[in-house]
């Protein structure tokens, strides 16, 4: 059996080629979350991902729930928006997830301060109860009827 060099020679460059493609593209995302004081428990999206400041990896760009809670201190519940950089757009996701030969890392870091927890004031609370009870009367007072047998 005769072999050809020409055979020999392309396995090499084959291996490298896909070594080269194997290591090419990646981005990795990570947020990190801080309270203050720290060591608040942190849930995002509904999901408790540890004590502030915790850091997690996310796949995703868009508005994400954040929800924060410490004994001693109000309870956090808000929103935030992760702005997907231009390189994770049409047509440059492609380039960036998989033939840019190194690494890219995208890093964000959102901070919240917590309120001292104040207990409500009874009395107030009853007032703006029975404020609310009563535009609610009057509300539905002023509403047309809809009853057909009338």
């Keep these: 059996m005769v072999h050809n060099k020409a055979d020999f020679s392309l396995t090499p460059v084959l291996i490298a080629c896909l070594a080269l493609f194997a290591l090419t593209g990646c981005v990795e995302r990570k947020l990190t979350i801080n309270t203050q004081p720290q060591g608040a428990i942190v849930w995002l999206n509904d999901e408790e991902i540890g004590f502030s400041p915790v850091t997690v990896e996310f796949s995703w760009y ?3 729930k954040v929800r924060a ?5 109000d309870i956090l519940s808000t929103h935030r928006k992760l702005k997907a950089p231009y390189y994770d757009g049409f047509p440059f996701d492609f380039f960036a997830e998989t033939l840019w030969p190194g ?3 995208d890093y964000y870091e959102w901070s919240f301060e917590l309120a001292p927890y104040t207990p409500a004031n009874r009395p107030n609370l009853i007032m703006a109860a029975q404020k609310m009870k009563n535009e609610a009367k009057e509300e539905f007072a002023a509403e047309p009827s809809t009853d ?3």
Excluded: P, S, V
Aim: no cysteine; hydrophobic share 15%.
């Design 69 to 73: 809670e410490k004994d001693g201190y």
């Design 62 to 64: 868009g508005d994400y």
């Design 148 to 150: 057909l047998n009338e």
């Design 103 to 105: 690494q890219i890392r």
